[in-house]
């Protein structure tokens, strides 16, 4: 239970090196192991404010876990199967790939972290733990927090990186040039194709819900936190296939070492759902992406024919 104190959760940095005489190297460690327990109360104390009153530890071929990689950088992998309680099923469209919520941050951990999304979770409850978030530092811009909009049963899910000025000032992920892009893209696309779906009909939402000052990319560690919000929101609408619009959604989703050029328009999987990578509507707005348009176009087509065919 998250109640319990926190002291007595074991971090994985092992024991504090108080009987090292080294000064320098004592203290290095201790402070080490001062940064994992803080990390880990912080983290546990997060969880709690998403209304997670209990975790457990998952078995290894299931669980959510960090890897410190040789670079040095933390590679936090969260990777529970869910397709049982998803329904989402693989298809010969859709090769297998490793599900997971992933983020870069700097630092290292052995940090097993709990699965996140509470059983009958719901995108009501999700905004009602939301609250007026101040979780991270992109709570100190914005007007509005741009949770999602859309049609909790849908079948897709689009999911792109922050809100811009339009979207902060209205409260709706993509309503400006981008978004009226998207828009366009989705209803005369499934128009022409003879799918009879709308921009209503998916659901739109964002890596992070709180415009990033100056529209800069979102940072890692917002990213793994607000993240957060993502997995519940997906993981509570359960969709046949998910979209992501850009790099910053497919890091978030993917943790491909890969650029986008090289992701965009194949099969990928995350947490067992159809995962497909296609370009951001704002790098489609600029005149000399005529060939970026027409694979991210081709990208939609074969999402929405997988979808709704
Ligand atoms: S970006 Fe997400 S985590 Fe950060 S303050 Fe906004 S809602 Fe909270």
């Not at 969260?78 to 298809?91: C, D, F, K, L, Y």
């Not at 050029?261 to 296609?278: A, D, S, V």
């Amino acid at each position: 239970m998250l109640g319990a104190p926190l002291e007595s959760v074991e971090t994985g940095s092992g024991t504090p090196a108080t009987g090292i005489t080294s000064t320098g190297y004592a203290s290095t460690v201790e402070t080490e192991a001062t940064m994992m327990a803080q990390q880990l109360r912080a983290r546990l104390e997060f969880y709690r404010d998403l209304g997670i009153d209990t975790i457990y530890r998952k078995p290894a071929n299931v669980s959510t876990r960090v890897e410190a990689p040789a670079s040095g950088e933390l590679s936090i992998t969260a990777s529970p199967s869910h397709e049982s309680r998803s329904g989402v099923h693989s298809t010969s469209e859709a090769p297998a790939a490793t599900p997971r919520l992933a983020v870069q941050a700097a630092g290292k951990s052995d940090i097993v972290l709990p699965a996140i999304a509470p059983e009958d979770d719901t995108l009501l409850k999700i905004r009602e733990d939301m609250g007026d978030c101040r979780r991270c530092r992109l709570c100190e811009a914005r007007k509005t927090i741009v949770f999602g909009v859309g049609n909790e049963g849908a079948k897709l899910v689009f999911v792109g990186e922050g809100p811009g000025a339009d979207e902060d000032a209205q409260g709706i992920p993509f309503v400006g040039r981008a978004g009226q892009l998207l828009t366009q893209m989705i209803d005369n696309t499934a128009a022409k194709e003879g799918i009879p779906i709308r921009r209503d009909d998916v659901y739109i939402c964002n890596v992070v819900k709180c415009r990033p000052p100056e529209n800069r990319t979102p940072q890692p560690d917002e990213m793994e936190i607000c993240g957060q919000f993502l997995y519940r929101q997906l993981m509570a609408i359960k969709p046949k296939a998910i979209c992501a619009l850009g790099a910053t959604a497919m890091k978030a989703l993917l943790n491909s070492k890969l650029g986008i050029t090289k992701m965009r328009g194949e099969w990928q999987k995350w947490n067992g759902i159809p995962l497909m990578i296609t370009y951001h509507p704002s790098y489609l707005l600029r005149q000399y992406n005529q060939e970026a348009k027409r694979h991210a176009w081709e990208d939609l087509k074969k999402v929405l024919h997988y979808v709704y065919d």
